[in-house]
Structure formats: C-alpha cells, structure tokens
C-alpha cells in the first residue's frame, strides 16, 4: 500500500510560480512510474507530467517549457515545478503513482491562477 499527500497550491497571478510536492509513504519500492494529473473545472481529468523510475519523463504539449517534474528519492517526494502560470492551467492537482498494477491517487491540491 502506497500513501500520497500532496502540497503546494494556492492562489498565484498569472506569469506565476508554484512548486507541488507529492510525499509518498508505505511500499514504494514496485513503484514504475510517477506523475501528475489535472482536473480543471467541469472537465476530465489529463496528464500534466510523469517520470519513470529510470527518470525519463514525459510533458502534456500544454506546459513544456513551462513546468517540469522531478524526483528526490531520499526524501521519497515528488515535485512540479509550474513557471510561467496561466489561467488555464487552474485545476485540483493529483500525484499518482503506479507499480505491481496498481493506481495509487493523492488527495489533490487546488491551484487558481487568477489576478
């Protein structure tokens, strides 16, 4: 069993930063691959970012360039850099990991970017 809290939104202006974290606990050793997801207002859930447990990673068109997604394996955390913010990018923010079959999902983290 795997456990994901996330941290790190907020209210940003547009041209904004914000760093999510994704703090893992539990049976992370199967973990393959790592990312995040978004849920924009009345809309599906999409890739933003993942990374693969040999650190490749991949980028929704939308934020490359913009965003980027990494990993510190001594802290068992995840990041999502977000620079250059715009307003489409406000959404409840999830982390998900995935190994041995199985979706893990964290609670999400709202981020608004608004002026």
């Known amino acids: 069993q795997v456990h994901l809290v996330e941290s790190g939104g907020g209210l940003v202006q547009p041209g904004g930063s914000l760093r999510l974290s994704c703090a893992a606990s539990g049976s992370i050793f199967n973990i393959n691959l790592m990312g995040w997801y978004r849920q924009p207002p009345q809309k599906q859930r999409e890739l933003v970012a993942s990374?693969?447990?040999?650190?490749?990673?991949n980028y929704a068109d939308s934020v490359k360039g913009r965003f980027t997604i990494s990993r510190d394996n001594t802290k068992n955390t995840m990041y999502l850099q977000m620079n250059s913010l715009k307003p489409e990018d406000t959404a409840v923010y999830y982390c998900?990991?995935?190994?041995?079959?199985?979706?893990?999902w964290g609670q999400g983290t709202q981020v608004t970017v608004s002026s």
């Open positions: 990374i693969t447990r040999g650190g490749i990673t």
């Open positions: 998900h990991f995935w190994g041995a079959g199985i979706d893990y």
